[in-house]
């Protein structure tokens, strides 16, 4: 019976998180397709995303952010951030760290997701990892974006892991792109969000949603040559904070 009323309202949970993702789309619709018509009206979008869908989610849910920094992003500068991905949460979270607006570099697959796939594929970096092509026109439209004073997220796992996995592996493309492009990485660390909301259907629930943000690590005096180090670098730092404060 416990193990009923347990899976029911885990199932709520879920259809909670739901609608609390199509809300706000759907009150600022207008406004947030004109700010994503155009790319030098990303901040007012990127504002909107921040304040009125992220911050609501994460609190409708009682999912609490609380963000520890270990240095501070500067406003006007870009950065290359990155961190551990094991909830849908992290989207939320990572938008509560940065009040800098930054693009994500993500999977095509995701402009499938009603509502925000829509917004999604305006907004947003694709990439289709199969496609040789396609992963090396990332670096021409994060330039871009770059330029246009934006930083850029990805998380380098590459996809969720399995559930019994802490951390894995990180793909080269964030590290390859901050030293091409000169901007410093920011590792954070994400403790909480698959406690919170995993991919798992019946887990979950309220309650702080912790992250750090670790010393940015600068890529100006970094040779392609060193990606392989600053890779393993970044990870053994997310992946030891993971062991002692997880």
Known sequence: MLKVVRQTGQTLYRIWFHVLVAVPILIFFPFL????????????????????????????????????????????????????????????????????????????????IPLFGFFYKRVCIMVDRDDAQSRTGVYRRAQKRLQQGSS????????????????????????????AHEIPVVPMTFYDNKKRFSFTFFSGGPGKCRAKVHRFIETKSLKSDDTMSLRKSVRVTILNDLIKNG
Not at 51 to 68: D, E, Q, R, T
Not at 88 to 105: A, E, G, K, Q, T
Not at 154 to 179: Q, R, S, T, Y
Request: net charge positive; aromatic share 16%; charged share 20%.
């Open 152 to 179: 850029i997220c990805i998380f380098p796992e590459g996809g969720v892991p399995e559930e019994h996995v802490l951390l894995d592996n990180f793909k080269d493309g964030a590290f390859k792109m901050a030293i």
């Open 33 to 112: 397709v004109i700010f994503a018509s155009r790319e030098k009206w990303y901040p007012q979008f990127f504002w909107m995303a921040r304040n009125l869908w992220a911050k609501p989610i994460l609190y409708g849910m009682f999912c609490w952010p609380s963000v520890k920094y270990e240095q501070q992003l500067v406003k006007g500068s870009s950065y290359m951030l990155v961190a551990n991905h094991t909830s849908m949460l992290d989207i939320m979270l990572m938008l509560v760290v940065s009040r800098n607006p930054f693009v994500f570099v993500g999977k095509k697959e995701l402009v499938n």
